[in-house]
């Protein structure tokens, strides 16, 4: 029986051996394993990193741009009320000219009515002379009419002699 435990101790340990051999090379390729995604850790670090540096240097460059895009736009603004309150302070002043020349021209216009009214105002004074001149012309012919007929119908009648 010695022997035969010797001889199973001697498997087992063989048995055990194999297997811590089986395990010293498991840990080995999983040392190795690790090693491998250690530099494959650093390496997705770089990249994030250079990643990373890439997105803030496009960040930058968008703000930059967008900066400049925003000032620009600004200018154009500016540019544009300088030339919007330009253009209204012209218009008011054509305005302001047109309005004088309007009152100028009104009170010319109303200055020559006036002088057409005086004028026609004399005329017809003159026209309503003459008429008052030829109604009494015509009054006084018609009344030595009527005296005229008078005077042939008592004739005629024989109420007047010779």
Partial sequence: MAIQIESDL?????????????????????????????????????????????IDASAKNLEDKIDNIA??????????????????KSLEDKIDNTDKKIDATAKNLEDKINAIDKNLTDNIQNL??????????NRGIFIGLIVTLLGGFAKFLGIIGN
Wanted: hydrophobic share 30%; no cysteine; proline share 0%.
């Fill in 71 to 88: 000032k620009s736009l600004e200018d154009k603004i500016d540019n544009t009320d300088k030339k919007i309150d330009t253009t209204a």
């Fill in 128 to 137: 309503a002379k003459r008429v008052d001149n030829s109604e009494f012309i």
């Fill in 10 to 54: 001697k498997d087992i340990l063989l048995k055990i051996d194999n297997k811590l051999d089986n395990l010293q090379t498991d840990m080995t390729e999983v040392k190795i394993s690790i090693v491998e995604l250690k530099k494959d850790n650093q390496r997705l670090e770089e990249k994030i990193d250079n990643t990373d540096k890439k």
